[in-house]
């Protein structure tokens, strides 16, 4: 029945790197990641629609749509979102979230208005004051979550929390416009080279950013604790004050956007942080759908930016009522990030 | 109608096939478990076990199979996980599925069902007492009501043997056990071993997946091992030597291990000065560049202990821990690992690798600043790294890409290993190196143990395994209590001196007996 085979006793198997083995290592190494999740076609379908998108709005909407001035108001208008979806993305690598970020945004704007506007100290120092603040939060929140131990989603909401009662303090509910230098307000409206001032910046720093993040020990090692706080501590690494950092990181990011939301918009008032909170965090989660797919990376955000950006310009150029914009957001985080677990999860079958 | 002695089969398979891609992974595989039987299914890692588990479980569904019956009933396909449960097959994995704050009673009623009382809810008297006479079944001795996280490794088993007898032992056709013992130290091994003899000679039929050739002379009554997806052996236990089933698992004679030149120098690397923790009781030893010594002790002895408070993971009351002299400030791992100490620990699957990264990834984490220029990774520099600590450490398949979950077991223990070589440590510290490892992946893993001292570096093996120790180490402590009570070494490092050791020093002890029982 069952024959007792006399197989060749051979070695293990030794399968050696041939030529394509070779090649595939080269590729692989460019774009870094592991292999079973980043297929091509899984790596760029969100560039992919938005650039499907931005061709049908070009056709639709011929006249406004892909125009310099078009380009510019949809950029600038979103560099804040930018910005803080930047400021959301180093607390979610080290496996963190911060949910804190648009109030934190919205107590910079304020309390940079309040220092210019009611108390005249010059806008440098006060810019000075307004990021230290907010760095001084992100050390908060990251002492409340690696040291005393309390999740960072309680953590970050409860802070959030505090932040935004300050802000009503600050302002009493009024809208401050008076005294806002003019200086911030011709940076943050202006245009170098064609390109709107704050999109230079926020690009300047998402270069940052993804040198620090992907090519960088400390990026990697952030990574390792998102991925696996259990072995990144038995590899000596010092987590508690690594995960401590990135919300540092995170706060600095989020006093800077509330800097430049002020500076763009000309006034401020309580309230405006949380509507900045979805597509912020929204966009790192999306972007961990493309580029390295299924890891929260720099460029993969950036473009979720990009993509919810031209997408509700689009719409809205063809009269969509502004209620579609919140929906749009939504439905594309849900169906992105729905599509890459469904994908992934076939990949692990086969 | 059946002869009454004539029983049928609890498992009958017939050409059981299974295709991933181009890869055959089970090539017409026939399994037979008779009932009140335990048959043993060996082979190497990437040999099919885990595949030919899976589909009876009901958890893959194969490409082609000719017969496949359950207590003589045919199973009809595709069968799915809740069908072949209802049909009287239990799996317990190596991860038994128990929540730690609930107690015995809740974690055995959890997976199947209360007892109901009036308006639906739970009748607790009734459901303790149903619980109380599974764990009667199996013979564990503990009330329902007693928490999870008290009770030992053994017989957090015998509570996942229980919860499968649950609800009617007549209901068992087959149970399957997936490696439940490769993370259990060797002194729990024998209890389970027990529990198992138990439920055998209650009828069921028992398929035993292992890696531990000990255990299958123990308690087999068959013996099928499988390589590259086929049975290369089928047998009685009785009928083949365990030198033979050795070689027929890992393909290849493998040669007893070369007695060690005693490679001990003057100069200590490490020494470990009166330590004393919340586990430990004035632990001192000390260990010499090249020289590998062993750590063997009954579970509680402070063994895992050692290896925590010389990388910084545990905080000391007293004592010292210092490398080449300078002195180490306890509980800080960068600094353990600034001072030049490695550390393996023992709970690979949750806390050795870096799940959802590559193999390379894995490799290269703990030497990435010799891999930059003005800060930036350098990633031709990484890939040069990762191929070559892939050939030195022999680690199959050979790519860098590889996410580090599809590797084997006996593979991701060779990257935790192997992950340190790039930092030339002046200490290695390991936690059973080679729990729950194929016999292949243990030599790569000596041979890469052997090196490292070769190279000067002071090896520390915590093990539960005496044949790896006697096999590994030029000295063994034993260790009591979180004393190092004896030491080993030479002449006198033999099997039965450890066994000895371990049977009589440690039973004998008042201490000991006290600390069990509080």
């Known amino acids: 029945m069952n024959q007792p085979s006399l197989d060749v006793p051979g070695q293990p198997r030794q399968t050696g790197p041939e030529a394509a083995d070779e090649r595939a290592r080269l590729s692989y190494r460019l774009r870094g990641g592991a292999k079973t999740t980043n297929r091509w076609w899984t790596r760029y379908a969100v560039v992919l629609v938005l650039i499907v998108m931005a061709v049908i709005f070009s056709i639709t909407n011929s006249t406004t749509f892909p125009t310099v001035a078009n380009f510019q108001i949809v950029f600038g208008s979103n560099s804040v979102t930018m910005l803080l979806a930047l400021a959301s993305l180093p607390p979610l690598i080290s496996g963190d979230f911060d949910l804190s970020v648009g109030y934190n945004l919205e107590l910079s704007a304020v309390l940079l208005a309040v220092l210019t506007g009611e108390h005249h100290i010059s806008l440098g120092l006060a810019i000075l004051i307004t990021l230290g603040l907010g760095a001084l939060v992100g050390l908060v929140n990251g002492i409340l979550i690696t040291r005393i131990g309390i999740s960072s989603f309680i953590a970050t909401i409860g802070v959030g929390s505090v932040l935004s009662g300050i802000s009503l303090y600050l302002t009493n509910g009024n809208v401050l416009i008076q005294g806002i230098p003019h200086s911030l307000e011709t940076f943050a409206q202006d245009n170098a080279a064609g390109v709107p001032d704050i999109v230079w910046m926020a690009a300047i720093i998402a270069v940052v950013f993804w040198i620090a993040f992907e090519h960088t020990p400390y990026g990697r090692r952030s990574l390792a604790i998102g991925l696996s706080p259990r072995s990144a501590q038995l590899l000596g690494m010092r987590v508690a004050n690594l995960r401590t950092t990135a919300f540092v990181i995170s706060g600095l990011m989020s006093a800077i956007a509330g800097v430049i939301e002020l500076g763009y918009v000309g006034s401020v008032s309580s309230g405006v942080g949380p509507s900045f909170l979805l597509p912020a965090v929204a966009a790192g989660f999306l972007g961990a759908t493309t580029i390295k797919v299924g890891r929260f990376n720099v460029v993969g955000t950036v473009i979720a930016v990009i993509l919810v950006a031209i997408g509700v310009s689009g719409l809205e150029l063809n009269g969509v009522p502004n209620w579609v914009e919140p929906v749009f957001d939504g439905a594309v985080l849900v169906i992105a990030v729905g599509s890459s677990r469904l994908i992934a999860r076939r990949a692990e079958r086969t | ?518």
């Open chain 2, 1 to 518: 109608m059946h002869v009454a002695d004539v029983r049928p089969p609890a498992l009958r398979i017939r050409g059981a096939s299974m295709r991933f891609g181009p890869r055959l992974v089970l090539d017409a595989l026939d399994l037979e478990v008779e009932q009140g039987q335990v048959h043993a299914l060996l082979g190497a890692n990437g040999s099919g076990k885990s595949t030919s588990v899976k589909i009876i479980s009901g958890n893959h569904e194969p490409t082609s199979i000719e017969r496949f019956e359950l207590s003589g009933e045919q199973v009809p396909r595709p069968a799915g996980v809740q069908d072949m449960q209802a049909r009287g097959l239990r799996t317990v994995h190596q991860e038994l599925g128990l929540v730690e704050e609930l107690s015995i009673a809740e974690n055995i009623a959890l997976g199947r069902h209360y007892q109901r009382g009036v308006g639906g809810r739970i009748d607790w008297r009734r459901t303790r007492a149903a619980v109380a006479e599974a764990l009667e079944l199996v013979g564990l001795h503990r009330a329902p009501g007693v928490p999870v996280a008290r009770l030992a490794a053994w017989e957090r088993v015998a509570v996942v043997f229980a919860r499968a007898m649950y609800g009617g032992l007549d209901q068992v056709k087959l149970l399957v056990l997936d490696e439940i013992t490769s993370a259990l130290p060797a002194e729990e091994v024998a209890r389970v071993m027990e529990v198992i003899g138990r439920v055998k000679n209650h009828g069921a039929g028992v398929l035993y997946i292992t890696h531990r050739f000990e255990e299958v002379f123990e308690i087999a009554d068959m013996i099928t091992v499988l390589r590259d997806g086929k049975i290369i052996h089928h047998g009685e236990t009785s009928e083949i030597t365990p030198a033979e089933l050795v070689e027929l698992v890992a393909g290849q004679a493998i040669e007893p291990h070369a007695p060690r030149e005693a490679t001990r120098t003057e100069s200590v690397v490490l020494s470990i000065d009166k330590i004393t923790n919340s586990r430990l009781s004035g632990v001192s030893f000390a260990v010499g560049a090249g020289e590998i010594v062993g750590v063997i002790g009954r579970a509680g002895c402070g063994r895992s202990a050692i290896g925590r408070v010389i990388f910084g993971l545990e905080s000391i009351r007293s004592g010292t821990v210092s490398v080449a002299g300078q002195g180490i400030p306890a509980g800080k791992p960068w600094r353990s690992l600034a001072a030049g100490i490695a550390y393996v620990g023992q709970d690979r699957r949750r806390a050795g690798t870096i799940s959802g990264a590559s193999t390379e990834e894995n490799l290269t984490i703990g030497a990435l600043s010799g891999l930059t220029r003005f800060g930036w990774l350098l990633r031709r520099r990484e890939g040069e790294l990762a191929d070559t600590l892939i050939t030195r450490c022999n680690v199959v398949p050979p790519d860098p890409r590889a996410p580090i979950e599809t590797l084997s077991g006996g593979n991701q223990q060779k990257v935790v290993v192997g992950r340190w070589i790039p930092r030339e440590p002046k200490v290695l510290v390991l936690d059973e190196p080679t729990e729950g490892v194929d016999v292949g992946a243990r030599q790569a893993i000596y041979a890469l143990i052997h090196e490292q001292a070769a190279h000067g570096c002071a090896v520390l093996v915590l093990s539960s395994s005496i044949e790896e120790l006697t096999t590994l180490c030029d000295r063994v402590l034993c260790l009591v209590d979180g004393e190092v009570s004896d030491e080993l070494s030479g002449g006198s490092l033999t099997v039965q001196a450890i066994e000895s050791f371990l049977l009589l020093r440690v039973s004998s002890g008042n201490t000991s007996a006290q600390k069990a029982a509080s």
